[in-house]
């Protein structure tokens, strides 16, 4: 099988290495990827949002499947392109339509979604500039925090918690004046959800689904969840409050009638579904969903899996997930993300980074990086996962510190605390 994956970040270095394994795999493309992916696949100079050029690539070099790894070129229509053109339609694309991408890229659409199918979710309210007034009395009605959503995509910083009531409303009409740009031009306001947070990820054909496991995840930049909202500074899974009677309650409540809703819907979907949960007093709440998989979560699942990953993709690809094989390692796997200094605000790239080839007992999956004069520099904000192994967290954890510590650039920061709250 011949693999074109989209993507530059930890997630398609992630995947990349999982493919790699496959019996499946012949060649496999990485587009536009970084250091790390180059030195596993082939990288290819390719925007993941010029469809033209992705199909045209797909043409000359015989693509059989398309993994769509970040969520723009799915929001984008970038499935429904495919199925769209006689010539590149028999490609299997993993992730999906645009209506099932809406998911992710509306708030609304999904709150509507859920409320819809009976999912559980915290109460909302949909607000435009025509009906600001309604969204200033919702806020009198919720009690502090305040939470503000962005609609559409804002590159993961369109959500405001604000604890003053009146900081709250002046929020509230300076995202509809376009803090956002036009991410904000509908603002979905949030009854706040206190309790602990993990992701669970699914991997559906539509019909049935594999739950593929739970990752806890860390998105401030400073040690015990202070600072401002990053893409995420590490990952643990499994998770261990989310036990067994908890994880039922969600298959129960959240999964099935999630893939239920997609039937109902007439939404196809074939593909990764991201489930942002809150595990209020062993009750799970959805927070929000997205259409692919996590970033930095995939450098925990991935090497959690034991099973051919493109077996499970092409056996979605066909609708026959049902009957494929699913199997987990039991370990733990713990990730910590090496970042450039200044992230997530204004940061340099280009900086050499030094140790990787010592790194020993890791996984090392770079994200923002790129090859330059035969070295490996800085080119993100993220630069580098450090994912291990352990018997338990406390053991994961020590293996990847270990290198977080070894591995070496101008400005590098860690948090250390990841795990902290476990």
Known sequence: MIVLLLGSGGREHAFAWKFNQSKLLDKLYVAPGNAGTAAIAENIDLNPNDFGKVKQFVLSHAVDMLVVGPEDPLVNGIHDFFLQDEEIKHVAVIG??????????????????????????????????????????????????????????????????????????????????????????????????????????????????????EAKDYKRIGEGDTGLNTGGMGAISPVPFAKEDFMQKVEERVIIPTIQGFQKDNMPYKGFVFIGLMNREGDPYVIEYNVRMGDPETEVIMPRIKSDMLELLQAVSKQELSGAEFVLDERTVATVMLVSGGYPEAYQRGKVIYNLDKADGSLIFHAGTKMANEEVVTNGGRVISVSSYGKDIKAALASSFKNAELIDFEGKYYRKDIGFDL
């Open 96 to 213: 999906p339509e645009k209506l099932g991408a809406q998911l992710e890229g509306s708030k609304d659409f999904a709150k509507d979604f859920m409320s819809r199918h009976q999912i559980p979710t915290a109460k909302y309210k949909s607000i435009t500039a025509e009906n600001l007034e309604e969204g200033l009395s919702f806020l009198d009605s919720l009690k502090a925090p305040y939470v503000l959503k962005a609609d559409g995509l804002a590159a993961g910083k369109g959500v405001l918690i604000i604890d003053d009531l009146e900081e709250a409303k002046d929020s509230l009409q300076q995202m509809l004046g376009g803090m956002f740009g036009e991410a904000s031009n509908r603002v979905v306001i949030e009854e706040f959800l206190s309790g602990i947070e993990l992701s669970v990820f699914v991997l559906t054909d539509g019909k049935s689904y594999r739950i593929l496991a």
